[in-house]
């Protein structure tokens, strides 16, 4: 199934990522998934997460 934009003047199928840092948040990224030709954002991913379980393993790592 292909995803396309939902922006009906659109009807656009390709799209694009990026990454935005949250000004509430502590360090917290979101990945904004966006309409290439457009910039509708059709989906946020939330980083935070991630980020936070890479922050623990790199730590490890560096111990
Ligand atoms: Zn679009």
């Given amino acids: 199934m292909q995803s396309t934009?939902?922006?009906?003047?659109c009807g656009n199928t390709a799209f694009?990522?990026?990454e935005v840092k949250l000004t509430n948040g502590n360090n917290h990224y979101v990945l904004l998934?966006?309409?290439d030709k457009c910039g509708c954002v059709v989906g946020v991913i939330d980083n935070g997460g991630v980020n936070a379980i890479l922050k623990q393993l790199r730590e490890r790592k560096d111990n």
Avoid: T, V, Y
């Fill in 5 to 9: 934009c939902p922006n009906m003047k």
């Fill in 16 to 18: 694009e990522s990026q």
């Fill in 33 to 35: 998934i966006q309409c």
